[in-house]
């Protein structure tokens, strides 16, 4: 029998990954360095920014969040929500540029029960999709396969979020 160890998903299984180190909003305190590859954020626009994913359903699993924290859509001026839109939309060229995907899927999930893993920030998720990428391995063993290294990834994209 083979076994497929991912010992960094323990992270995000005991929900380590959902705060910042002193307890705070871990997406209020990504940011605090600007664009960084530690920390995998891309972009810093005025209101949102754009971070990778560090627990990724696929390499390029992108999110755009406000620098305002808040739960839900309503939380935030329609001058924020068009940033966000604007920085999806870019999301998206830059990733069908990198990775040439069949497709994107796109989506915020307000609240717990919706399935946001950070529900008090609102943020959207936007990731590629190529055909016949779904398998059991995560109903299975609770793991996905994610075929790049984060910083290889972040390496690759970076240069088109330094021309934005």
């Known amino acids: 029998m083979e076994h497929l160890f991912a010992p960094w998903r323990m992270r995000y299984i005991r929900g380590e990954s ?3 180190p002193g307890g705070g909003c871990l997406l ?3 940011p605090a360095m600007g664009v960084s590859r530690e920390r995998l954020v891309l972009f810093c626009g005025s209101l949102c920014y ?3 994913n560090a627990f990724p359903y696929t390499s390029g699993h992108l999110m755009v ?3 305002a924290h808040g739960p839900t859509m309503g939380d935030f001026p329609l001058e924020t929500l068009c940033e966000m839109t604007g920085l999806l939309k870019e999301c998206e060229r830059i990733i069908g540029e990198t ?3 069949g497709g994107f899927n796109m989506g915020i999930n307000v609240g717990q029960a919706a ?3 950070i529900a008090g920030h609102l943020h959207a998720h936007i990731l590629p999709r190529w055909e016949g990428d779904t398998n059991f391995l995560t109903t299975v ?3 996905r396969v994610v075929p790049e290294d ?3 990834t972040y390496d690759r994209l970076f240069p088109f979020f330094r021309n934005l």
């Open 18 to 20: 959902r705060t910042a």
């Open 28 to 30: 209020c305190d990504i």
């Open 50 to 52: 754009v971070v990778m």
């Open 65 to 67: 969040v406000p620098h």
């Open 99 to 101: 990775f040439h995907p």
């Open 115 to 117: 399935g946001a893993g």
């Open 141 to 143: 063993h609770e793991t």
């Open 150 to 152: 984060l910083r290889e």
